[in-house]
């Protein structure tokens, strides 16, 4: 089991930027793709982007495509977001999830995909 924790949520103003962080704990997260994912309120939660074990392949919403990065450090079992240009519309719980697997990423992947998840840090863009 490994257990993650978001943090670096946060009040921006559109056009702004944020870097998310999530640490991982109980298992190196090196044999793990890892996603993040978001929920507005009274909506689903959405895929944003995901990165496969190694940091070798990477896919995005494309909603996000351009503004957002996602990245990782196996040696620091941490994954990171960074949110540039940022939009109202992109405010949401934001949430890290750890699917184990070594495969690379071709599209990208599905909630059910994921077997361990955060708690979510709340990015609030105001307009």
């Known amino acids: 089991q490994v257990w993650l924790v978001e943090s670096g949520g946060g009040l921006v103003q559109a056009g702004g930027s944020l870097r998310l962080s999530c640490a991982a704990s109980?298992?190196?997260?090196?044999?793990?793709?890892m996603g993040w994912f978001r929920q507005a309120p009274g909506k689903e939660r959405d895929v944003v982007a995901a990165?496969?074990?190694?940091?070798?392949?990477?896919a995005y919403a494309d909603s996000v495509k351009g503004r957002f990065t996602i990245s990782r450090d196996n040696a620091k079992n941490t994954v990171y977001l960074q949110m540039n240009s940022l939009k109202p519309e992109d405010t949401a719980v934001y949430y890290c999830?750890?699917?184990?697997?070594?495969?690379?990423?071709?599209?990208?992947?599905?909630?059910?995909?994921?077997?361990?998840w955060g708690q979510g840090t709340q990015v609030t863009v105001s307009s």
């Open positions: 999830a750890a699917r184990l697997s070594r495969a690379g990423i071709s599209k990208l992947p599905i909630i059910t995909d994921f077997g361990s």
């Open positions: 109980g298992r190196t997260i090196s044999t793990y793709t």
């Open positions: 990165i496969s074990w190694g940091g070798g392949s990477t």
